[in-house]
């Protein structure tokens, strides 16, 4: 079992800045990719970024690409959205997510563990 926990989301303004964490226990860190995805009232868990085990490969869905930036620390278990240029549509709660091995999965059902999710809100 891996259990994840994300922390940093809450409020801001178009234009800010948020910067995410996800702790993770539980399995060895750094044999785990680990992804990044939001949902919206009413709509779908979307992908918004993967990094793979060493953290040398990065993804990132078209709409935060520029924008966001996903990296990890093996050492220290956690993996972090750095989120930059927010605006209004980003407002979702944010998930963590952990998958074995694989290199760079970005389908929610490729998963094999996540978090509880953080609320992240951007006010216009």
């Known amino acids: 079992q891996v259990q994840l926990v994300e922390s940093g989301g809450g409020l801001v303004q178009a234009g800010g800045s948020l910067r995410l964490s996800c702790a993770a226990s539980g399995r060895t860190f750094s044999n785990y990719a680990m992804g990044w995805f939001r949902q919206a009232p009413g709509k779908a868990r979307e992908f918004v970024a993967v990094?793979?085990?060493?953290?040398?490969?990065?993804d990132y869905s078209d709409s935060v690409k520029g924008r966001f930036t996903i990296s990890r620390e093996n050492a220290k278990n956690t993996v972090f959205l750095q989120m930059s240029s927010l605006k209004p549509d980003d407002t979702a709660v944010y998930y963590c997510a952990a998958k074995w091995w694989t290199y760079l999965p970005r389908q929610p059902h490729e998963y094999d563990y996540w978090g509880q999710g953080t609320q992240v809100t951007v006010s216009s």
């Open positions: 990094i793979n085990r060493s953290g040398g490969y990065t």
